[in-house]
């Protein structure tokens, strides 16, 4: 199993998952963790498992029954957060 870590690019769309889990869909918010938990459990023990971005060093992965995605890279000892993305975005997210 690999740790799971959240890179500081991370940071500003994780507050945004949670901002809008307390703001804008508090009765939701409880199932969105269990989901996300659930998420990080399946990255940490199947890594491989997120659909490959072509053309980047990136892998996307779903958070079940949230409108959010989880960006990540794979290195020898983590899996790293590069950002949560918010599928309802008018743009993809641009992935150097």
């Known amino acids: ?6 890179l500081d690019t991370a940071q500003p769309s994780l507050n945004w998952f949670v ?3 307390e703001n804008v869909f508090p009765e939701g918010a409880k199932n969105a963790l269990k989901h ?7 990255l940490s023990s199947r890594p491989l498992a ?3 971005i072509v053309g980047t060093r ?4 779903p958070i079940p029954r949230t409108p959010f995605s ?8 983590y899996v790293e957060v590069a950002r949560i993305h918010d599928n ?3 743009n993809h997210p641009d992935f150097a």
């Open 1 to 6: 199993m690999l740790e799971v870590v959240y």
């Open 19 to 21: 901002q809008y889990y």
């Open 36 to 42: 996300f938990d659930a998420m990080e459990q399946l």
């Open 50 to 52: 997120g659909r490959r």
């Open 58 to 61: 990136f892998r996307m992965m």
């Open 70 to 77: 989880v960006i990540y890279c794979i290195t020898d000892a």
């Open 88 to 90: 309802r975005a008018a």
